[in-house]
Every structure is written in structure tokens, then in C-alpha cells.
């Protein structure tokens, strides 16, 4: 069974850095990974993407003060926040879409990290 487990939400004041992780087990195959998130009242919203061969995409909100990355070792994607805004608030999921150790193509998703922006 595919499991993904976040780390690295917090609270921090506006300006400041986090840097979220995301470690995969029961993976065969990886193809993408990436980072959305849920404020309240709101649909979850892209944030970030990364594929295999290290393409990356990212929301407009997040274009310049947001870095994904992989470490396909340790099958783990982070998310490196910088600048942060009060409108960042919001709780952060990873999302995997890969091949399982059974061979079925998957789609899993974390239980997700709080992130808050506040003074």
C-alpha cells in the first residue's frame, strides 16, 4: 500500500521560510509528484509539480518564492517556501501519481500539514 507521510508545517510570521517533505514508501515506479493546498472554505488548488525527469510547474502564486524538488533516492519530494504571506495560509497535501510494488497504476495523496502565516 502506497503511504505518503509530510512533514515540516508550521507556524512562521510573514516573511519567513518552511520547507515541507514528503516521503513515499510502497512505491515501484514514481512518475510525479507535487504540492496542493486547502484553505478554508476553498478547493484544493495546485501548488507545485515535479515530474520524474525533474520538469517542474507551478502556480502563479507560488512562481518565485515556492522550489520543488526530488530526491528520488529516498523517494521524497520537498517544497521550500520563501517570502511567506498571511494568504498562504492553508493545509499543504502531497500528491504522488506512480506505479505501486502490486503494478497498478495510482494516484495517492498525504494526510496533509498545516501551514500558517500570522504575526
Known amino acids: 500500500q502506497v503511504q505518503l507521510v509530510e512533514s515540516g508545517g508550521g507556524l512562521v510570521q510573514p516573511g519567513g521560510s518552511l520547507r515541507l517533505s514528503c516521503a513515499a514508501s510502497g512505491i515501484f515506479v514514481i512518475n510525479g509528484m507535487g504540492w496542493y493546498r486547502q484553505a478554508p472554505g476553498q478547493e484544493r488548488d495546485l501548488v507545485a509539480t515535479i515530474t520524474n525527469d525533474g520538469s517542474t510547474d507551478y502556480a502563479d502564486s507560488a512562481k518565485g518564492r515556492f522550489t520543488i524538488s526530488r530526491d528520488n533516492a529516498k523517494n521524497t519530494a520537498y517544497l521550500q517556501m520563501n517570502s511567506l504571506k498571511p494568504e498562504d495560509t492553508a493545509v499543504y497535501y502531497c500528491?504522488?501519481?506512480?506505479?505501486?510494488?502490486?503494478?497498478?497504476?495510482?494516484?495517492?495523496w498525504g494526510q496533509g500539514t498545516q501551514v500558517t502565516v500570522s504575526s
Open positions: 500528491n504522488l501519481e506512480g506505479v505501486d510494488t502490486k503494478l497498478r497504476v495510482i494516484e495517492a
